[in-house]
């Protein structure tokens, strides 16, 4: 099964955002948004690229939830009802996933205002009609499947199998798509020469109407097939087994070619796209295939330096040096020991960002040998 790797940049969760919680009213919203825009507003930080950043990610989750269409939209698809970039058409027909995911055409060019009415319209499988001839379509691709799964930074380091269960049409096996008793191609409609289009003569005007000897298919299907009714397509459930690679970063799509539903009248059957999200980890941060860790060292370890016993990712043990003289804020780097690159065998590499840990209770002799320290001449100087 080919597997391709689309990285998708989502949008931020509108609601943590502004900072309010999913059932905020109009007025909490607003207010929220007021705060915010007038702290990351450019006049005000100037030249400061993550206030920019910040501004722009308020206006954006404003944009969404400001207008009660839009904002239904997130609830109910979450960011793929505003997956950019290449203008998918969100729509809901006979949802094969349940919660939360949902079906949608690439179709390319739609804006935002064409994925919403989408969206909202709930049109069923076969329903989409392209060139407004009535009822049904002529040949047509199968729909694209779009679903979600959310996996733990460690299961992102060593790549997963995950499993989607679903209903969908596929292509019915017994008339290979084309509805029909023999299993063959329906013979081309005789009125209509297979263009689906006839000609009507109405008063001056001639007019190209769907062809009502064969509903603008451009066949006829004399004896139609047993298992699919003659719609070439049967509702099944089925079983995908993605294998999610190892190094995948939080956003990436990946696209298994023609295994979203059945096309209509023999077409080609659509896509299946799988969102992974990454969670984020309570050990390890990641930049790229690089990750970070956070340590606290007692300050004598940083002064005089030492050895730590660090766990990675992949839960090996590790001996990491700590050079005499390290500084709070100075990261560490132990190479290959960060995400797989995706690249062949190669690996990001680990800093381990250094933090310092005070001593609160200290022992009369202790604070004699701190006492006599701090009395050296270069810890009155300023230590070094
Ligand atoms: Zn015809
Ligand atoms: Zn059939």
């Known amino acids: 099964m080919q597997i391709e790797i689309w990285t998708v940049k989502m949008n931020k969760n509108p609601y943590e955002v502004l900072g309010v919680a999913r059932d905020a009213s109009d007025a909490d919203i607003k207010k929220a948004y007021h705060k915010l825009v007038m702290k990351y507003h450019p006049d005000k930080n100037p030249g400061d690229k993550t206030a920019e950043e910040k501004f722009k990610e308020v206006n954006n989750a404003f944009d969404i939830l ?3 269409q839009k904002r239904a939209a997130y609830d109910r698809f979450g960011d793929a009802a505003f997956a950019g970039g290449n203008g998918a058409s969100a729509g809901m027909g006979g949802n094969p996933f349940g919660n939360g995911a949902f079906h949608f055409d690439m179709g390319g060019g739609a804006g935002m205002e064409d994925i919403l009415r989408e969206a909202m319209r709930g049109f069923g499988f076969g329903g989409f009609d392209g060139g407004g001839r ?31 269960k679903f209903a969908s049409n596929v292509k019915c096996e017994k008339c290979n798509g084309y509805g029909t008793s023999d299993g063959k191609p329906a013979p081309t409609c005789p009125r ?43 509702h099944k459930n089925r079983t995908i087994d993605v294998k999610i690679p190892a190094g995948i970063e939080d956003g990436a799509r990946l696209r298994l070619a023609g295994q979203g539903e059945a096309g209509v009248n023999g077409g080609p059957a659509g896509d299946f796209y799988l969102d992974v999200r990454v969670k984020p980890d309570n050990r390890f ?27 990675t990712i992949d839960d090996k043990k590790l001996s990491v040096k700590v050079p005499a003289g390290t ?10 020991h960060g995400m797989p690159t995706g690249r062949g065998a190669s690996f990001g590499d680990l800093y381990i ?8 209770k200290l022992t009369e002799k202790q604070k004699k040998i701190l006492t006599e320290f701090a009395d050296t001449k270069n810890a009155k100087k300023g230590w070094f």
Do not use: W
């Open 134 to 164: 009535g009822g049904q379509t002529a040949q047509a691709r199968g729909r694209d499947l779009l679903d979600e799964v959310v996996i733990t930074m460690r299961d992102a380091y060593f790549g997963k199998m995950h499993t989607v």
């Open 192 to 234: 209509c020469h297979g263009t689906g289009y006839v000609n009507m003569q109405r008063g001056f005007f001639a007019m190209q109407t769907p062809c009502p000897e064969c509903n603008g298919l451009g066949h006829k299907i004399d004896k139609k097939c047993s298992e699919c009714d003659g719609t070439g397509a049967v």
């Open 66 to 68: 400001k207008d009660p």
């Open 285 to 311: 941060e990641r930049d790229g295939a690089n990750l970070i860790m956070h340590v606290d060292l007692p300050f004598t370890t940083l002064a005089l330096g030492g050895e730590i016993e660090i766990e």
């Open 353 to 360: 960002s250094i933090g310092v840990v005070i001593p609160t």
């Open 327 to 336: 500084q709070v804020g100075e990261k560490l780097r132990v190479r290959g």
